[in-house]
């Protein structure tokens, strides 16, 4: 008997991670009972579903992938110093389902299936593939989402970055940035009179054999950045970075201020909604505590005094730092993006040119009023790696 596809995602378009993806589908076979279905990700099995029936029905099924899909999808930091155009390898995938259909006759269930086989080719439909980034978007966002936004098109030209930063945003000299890119032609970025060189972005979604065009990157636009890619910043109060192709499409226009920095500066790096790296240098005071823990384990006194003998024993001790940043006064924009880091909260501070992975363990804002909104924020994180001390 034969299984019909009757919806499936776009796979013309780059779907969202966390939103539905859902495919409906039929069985033609009288006795049908249940479906089989496995979750493939670049063609390698990485999950199995028992999907039943829709409920008022026999023979109509509807299976949402999402959450599988998820598993599979990660976000990796970029190497610091990193220029020019960066690929996000982890970040987007793509999927397919087989579908096998269970049937009963006579109180036997038969089905293609072979739990033992991840390349069974018995299946009774594999459907084309989808391709899914590690991407967000909130149910309030959504309703006025389009992916539009984010990449060319002749008529358009204010494309977005993968980035929750404002347009206009402080960095300061030697400091790391990156803006995660979709969906663009173009021969050159253009920053300022400087160009970095693009040649792998593409125009629209693609297959080629069922392959999907890489189109999802990185561009390092921080100070260090662009001195690693040649562009010299000498004397230079601030710089914009905008993408423009060779028939003059273009992004968004952003702004980067170089200022001064400040022992007390605190980087935090996280991955915003769109699974892309994001940083903020938290500006203001930065108070640092360290905690100790002990384990201890009681022995017996001998009869005689001993130097080394004692009633309560250390077995180890363990410290913890924890820290709280402050920015200095903001506006409401740094302020939403600083609240970015508290939902999607994999986050690491840099220290001596390496990142390090943090625990946040609170975020306070202080502010004056509604109206003039001078905001101040805290971050409560500690290091995720204890320290360790000698076992005695």
Not at 298 to 323: C, D, H, P, V, W
């Amino acid at each position: 008997m034969a299984i019909t596809l009757n919806t499936q995602p776009d796979r013309y378009e780059l779907l969202l991670a966390y939103r539905p993806l859902v495919y409906e589908f039929s069985s033609d076979d009288v006795n049908i009972v249940s479906c089989v279905v496995e979750v493939l990700a670049n063609d390698v099995r990485v999950a199995v579903k028992s999907v039943q029936p829709d409920l008022g029905t026999t023979d109509e099924f509807t299976v949402d992938i999402s959450s599988e899909v998820q598993k599979q999808l990660s976000s990796t930091l970029v190497t610091l110093g990193s220029n020019g155009i960066i690929t996000d390898a982890n970040n987007l995938n793509n999927f397919r389902i087989k579908i096998y259909e269970v049937t009963e006759v006579a109180g036997v269930l038969t089905t293609a299936y072979n739990p033992a086989d991840a390349s069974n080719s018995s299946y009774d439909l594999q459907t084309t593939k989808i391709v899914v980034a590690n991407w967000t978007e909130s149910h309030v966002d959504y309703n006025s989402f389009t992916m539009v936004d984010y990449y060319n098109n002749d008529a358009l030209t204010d494309r977005k970055f993968l980035s929750e930063s404002p347009l206009v945003k402080e960095i300061e000299l030697g400091q790391n940035e990156f803006l995660g890119i979709a969906y663009y032609d173009s021969t050159g970025a253009l920053l300022n009179t400087d160009t970095i060189a693009l040649s792998a972005w593409v125009t629209s979604w693609t297959f080629i054999n069922e392959i999907e065009s890489q189109i999802y990157y990185y561009v390092g636009v921080g100070t260090q950045n662009l001195i690693n890619e040649g562009i010299s910043l000498t004397n230079v109060a601030y710089y914009t970075v905008q993408l423009v192709n060779t028939v003059n499409n273009c992004s968004e226009l952003r702004r980067y201020n170089i200022v001064d920095a400040c022992d007390t500066d605190t980087r935090i790096h996280w991955f915003n909604r769109f699974g892309k790296q994001e940083s903020l240098t938290f500006k203001g005071n930065k108070i640092e505590t360290v905690s100790t823990s002990t384990s201890t384990f009681e022995k017996a006194l001998g009869n005689t005094y001993s130097s080394s003998a004692r009633g309560t024993t250390t077995i180890q001790t363990t410290r913890a730092n924890s820290f709280e940043a402050y920015t200095k006064s903001v506006g409401r924009e740094i302020y939403q993006l600083a609240q970015s880091i508290a939902f999607n909260n994999n986050a690491y501070v840099e220290l001596d040119d390496a990142y390090f992975p943090i625990i946040i363990d609170d975020i306070e804002t202080v502010k004056v009023d509604e109206k003039n909104m001078p905001i101040q924020f805290k971050l409560s994180y500690r290091l995720a790696n204890r320290d360790k001390g000698i076992r005695g």
